[in-house]
């Protein structure tokens, strides 16, 4: 069974469409984050979502929303989509601050 | 100063060799120091991780070296095989509000050549 699963892999789509990424974990983990990775291979954190706590990175535009109907589930929602957005977008999850975090296989999103 | 600086950017060992990547950091109040490992197409992995509290944690090839003095910390690769090669990130996790959030640091590309 996969531990962190994101759908859809592979996501293109034009600018100013609106898209979302569903990510589902199957660890019990009461943590979830979602990451983007742009061409550089930078890591950055997004949102981390712990029991009903939302903390957003200040740099994230508003147009990014996490949703999560319930602990097992972080959904990412994008609104207005721009050039820049495009990079992969990895969902995470974690049972505690100081235990690993288990990516998913990442999503590749490609706006044009 | 929630940064977390990584050297180098990349790295090419021979096989057998040994592979060091540096990681340097400026707030103190970074408590958690994991390195994850990503393979081309796949999301990153935790390969090792420490606490300031130790100067040095191993498992297997790889070690971890802790300075908290200095403020760095550095991955250690022992023996180096062709499929240690891929993308290393150090990172570095804050106690207190917003902790549960990792700041990486920029990654190096590791190649390990036969």
């Known amino acids: 069974d996969t531990a962190v699963s994101q759908t859809p892999k592979y996501l293109v789509t034009q600018m100013g469409n609106d898209k979302s990424i569903k990510c589902e974990q199957n660890?019990?983990?009461?943590?979830m984050y979602w990451y983007k990775q742009d061409s550089k291979k930078f890591l950055k954190i997004m949102f981390s979502?712990?029991?009903?706590?939302?903390?957003i990175n200040e740099t994230v535009p508003n147009r990014f929303s996490p949703k999560s109907p319930d602990k097992a589930h972080l959904n990412l929602h994008i609104n207005s989509l721009e050039l820049g957005d495009s990079a992969v977008y990895f969902c995470?999850?974690?049972?505690?601050?100081?235990?690993?975090?288990?990516f998913g296989p990442g999503t590749r999103l490609t706006v044009t | 100063q929630q940064q977390v600086k990584q050297s180098p950017q990349s790295l090419i060992v021979q096989k057998g060799g040994i592979s060091i990547i540096n990681c340097a950091y400026e707030?103190?109040?970074?408590?958690?120091f994991p390195w994850y490992q990503q393979f081309p197409g796949k999301g990153p992995a935790l390969l090792i991780a420490?606490?300031?509290?130790?100067s040095e944690k191993k498992e297997g090839r790889f070690t971890i070296s802790f300075n908290k003095s200095a403020k760095q910390f550095s991955l250690h690769i022992m023996d180096s095989q062709p499929g240690d090669s891929a993308t290393y990130f150090c990172a570095a996790s804050l106690s207190g509000a917003g902790s549960y959030q990792l700041t990486f640091g920029k990654g190096t590309k590791l190649s390990v050549i036969p």
């Open positions: 995470a999850s974690s049972q505690d601050r100081l235990d690993a975090q288990y």
């Open positions: 707030n103190t109040a970074f408590d958690y």
């Open positions: 979502y712990n029991n009903k706590e939302l903390i």
């Open positions: 420490i606490r300031p509290d130790v």
């Open positions: 660890l019990g983990h009461d943590t």
